[in-house]
């Protein structure tokens, strides 16, 4: 769960979201409907949101394991990607349509048979990676994290 802080509203335009916003509705009418137990509502309101990303998750896993089970696993390349998901209770806000931090960022994976990440360049060529046993790696022995800022615009052909 994120880090909840006490006053965490107090270097917020509060009066101004209250007025355009459903993130601090849609969150004191949650702490309400817990009798006011912040910690109880906030921790059942982020394991259904952690439920649905773990939905989400093992789907695509079920995508790529189909993928990998045909011939076009040598040949297609995969682009996930994502909006940036909600504030789950920072700020006393619930939702979206903020340019916090948590808000800023949203997940791009790309999955490219015959591409390896490199430590000097983003992506390098190799041929397909092979595991401890010498057999050709899965889909998710493949994924490596890039730390090179992106803009889904350089999705665009």
Not at 56 to 82: H, K, M, P, W, Y
Request: hydrophobic share 35%; glycine share 6%.
């Amino acid at each position: 769960p994120p880090s909840l802080l006490d006053n965490d509203v107090n270097d917020t335009m509060r009066q101004t979201l209250e007025k355009v916003g459903v993130g601090p509705r849609m969150y004191s009418d949650l702490i309400r409907s817990f009798g006011g137990f912040k910690r109880a509502a906030l921790r059942r309101y982020i394991q259904a949101y952690l439920a649905s990303v773990t939905a989400a998750d093992e789907l695509v896993g079920q995508v790529l394991d189909a993928l990998d089970q045909t011939r076009f696993s040598e040949n297609t390349i995969v682009v996930f990607t994502s909006d940036h998901g909600y504030q789950v209770g920072q700020k006393d806000y619930l939702g979206k349509n903020l340019l916090w931090q948590a808000t800023t960022r949203v997940p791009l994976l790309l999955l490219v048979p015959g591409m390896t990440m490199d430590s000097n360049n983003m992506f390098a060529t190799d041929d397909r990676t092979a595991n401890k046993e010498g057999s050709a790696s899965s889909s998710s022995s493949r994924l490596r994290t890039c730390d090179h800022p992106v803009s889904l615009v350089d999705l665009y052909p």
